[in-house]
């Protein structure tokens, strides 16, 4: 399986901590936040990865070079301008398997990553979302996914507030490279706001429930809360997979 991982944002909400320093490369547990991402990769045997860089990415480029030392192999689009999330995967385009997991580069989801890919592969969807039902609101992110009886995405909204609205988007998809077809040939595209709801109408989405809360470092609050789960030796099981992580 090939990840792709978003690793270009400017992490603005994190004020001085990403003045001088990419987000993916924010000390969490020790080490940069990106390096315990492609750690879990690595132990659940996906080692073939691309980077889509933008702001600062010579430090991650730097850092994490060709992967060997890490027992992968890591390969690197960057952005000269910001594309947005699906222009950053449009300009990667040549890299891309014919399907592939994407990342964001700033939120963590220990699941068995091998799960979505199967999903995918036994669906006749174009993509798939990994959803969490957040019942005790743990993330402090609003429910934004709606999933319909066949378990496809029925809708996805990060701006209204709604019942029907009952899970939230988990930081984990895969693909299949066609998607790519369905973006403008160049400018900003944005996955959420152009593809998603084409994919939507389209009933080419599929969902992936998960009761595995995901992490993330997008506040200086939630990233304390990713600093005290990876602080620690971690042996997480869950009913979806089993991830030992150290």
Do not use: W
Not at 26 to 33: D, E, I, K, L
Not at 117 to 128: F, K, N, Q, W
Not at 201 to 221: H, M, N, S, V
Request: proline fraction near 6%; aromatic fraction near 8%.
């Amino acid at each position: 399986m090939q990840a792709v991982i978003l690793a270009g944002g400017l992490g603005t909400r994190l004020g001085s901590l990403t003045r001088k320093t990419p987000k993916p490369m924010v000390p969490v547990a020790g080490r940069p936040y990106l390096e315990h991402q492609l750690r879990l990769l690595r132990d659940q045997s996906i080692r073939d990865v691309i980077l889509l860089t933008g702001y600062l990415g010579e430090q991650i480029e730097g850092y994490f070079g060709d992967g060997r030392r890490f027992d992968l192999r890591i390969r690197y689009s960057r952005e000269r301008q910001p594309l947005g999330t699906g222009g950053a995967l449009r300009e990667a385009r040549l890299l891309l398997n014919a399907t592939f997991l994407l990342l964001y580069g700033d939120s963590l989801l220990p699941i068995e990553y091998a799960a979505a890919a199967r999903r995918l592969t036994d669906s006749a969807a174009l993509g798939v979302i990994v959803a969490y039902k957040d019942t005790f609101g743990q993330t402090a992110v609003s429910p934004n996914v709606a999933l319909d009886r066949s378990g496809l995405v029925a809708r996805y909204d990060k701006t209204t507030a709604d019942a029907s609205l009952e899970y939230v988007e988990a930081g984990v998809s895969c693909f299949r490279r066609d998607v790519l077809d369905l973006m403008p040939a160049d400018g900003p595209v944005s996955l959420e706001q152009c593809v998603f709801p084409r994919l939507i109408e389209r009933r080419q989405l599929a969902g992936l429930p998960t009761p595995q809360r995901f992490y993330d470092i997008g506040t200086p609050e939630r990233l304390r809360d990713i600093e005290e789960y990876l602080g620690v030796p971690l042996r997480r099981e869950n009913d979806d997979a089993r991830v030992h992580y150290r």
